[in-house]
T-cell receptor, first 112, second 114 residues
Framework: DTAVSQTPKYLVTQMGNDKSIKCEQN?????MYWYKQDSKKFLKIMFS???????INETVPNRFSPKSPDKAHLNLHINSLELGDSAVYFC???????????FGPGTRLTVL | AQSVTQPDIHITVSEGASLELRCNYS??????LFWYVQSPGQGLQLLLK??????LVQGIKGFEAEFKRSQSSFNLRKPSVHWSDAAEYFC????????????FGKGTKLTVNP
């Protein structure tokens, strides 16, 4: 039983393209997150949604747009991809009032 | 705002030796503290967490960590390292109250020699 799943696992695309990454959790959590891990393994929060409402929006280019259709899903759409967007993107979820976050397996995005 | 420092970028130990990974945090109140492990090409797995109570917490895979408020530290320890422990280890701090971001340290890469 996969707790937090992401698709796709790998994504290779050209500069300027638009792509989406999907995340689903079956833990019944009401808070979901997107993190970016760069080539030096540094993990940084991008967005957080609680009950489909955006609550954390770090300094992220407008080209990145999260969408939460329901509590169990949080998707990340990226417009006009740039070389610097190449990274591993992790989705995570937690129960409100409890910061224990469960991470998905990651999506490795490579922009050529 | 909270912050985390992991002073050691890379540590190498021999299999069977003891291990201590250092973590120092900065936060104005009592934090939530976590250690995560990331094996190559994998996601992050929670090793252990501290919310309150006993300052020595036990985790999975034989790991433990001790919260020392006076030193703002949450060091991870294991008495005898196995080759399968080779991975990247991340300390993270969160704010009490939930629905807050975790702030991660930059990680410590552990290499285990046979």
């Amino acid at each position: 039983d996969t707790a937090v799943s992401q698709t796709p696992k790998y994504l290779v695309t050209q500069m300027g393209n638009d792509k989406s990454i999907k995340c689903e959790q079956n833990l019944g959590h009401d808070t979901m997150y997107w993190y970016k891990q760069d080539s030096k393994k540094f993990l940084k929060i991008m967005f957080s949604y609680n009950n489909k409402e955006l609550i954390i929006n770090e300094t992220v280019p407008n080209r990145f747009s999260p969408k939460s259709p329901d509590k169990a899903h949080l998707n990340l759409h990226i417009n006009s991809l740039e070389l610097g967007d190449s990274a591993v993107y992790f989705c995570a979820s937690s129960q409100t009032q409890n910061n224990e976050q469960f991470f998905g397996p990651g999506t490795r995005l490579t922009v050529l | 705002a909270q912050s985390v420092t992991q002073p050691d970028i890379h540590i190498t130990v021999s299999e069977g030796a003891s291990l201590e990974l250092r973590c120092n945090y900065s936060y104005g109140a009592t934090p939530y503290l976590f250690w995560y492990v990331q094996s190559p090409g994998q996601g992050l797995q929670l090793l252990l967490k501290y919310f309150s109570g006993d300052t020595l917490v036990q985790g999975i895979k034989g790991f433990e960590a001790e919260f020392k408020r006076s030193q703002s530290s949450f060091n991870l320890r294991k008495p005898s390292v196995h080759w399968s422990d080779a991975a990247e280890y991340f300390c993270a701090v969160g704010a009490q109250g939930g629905s807050e971001k975790l702030v991660f340290g930059k990680g410590t890469k552990l290499t285990v020699n046979p």
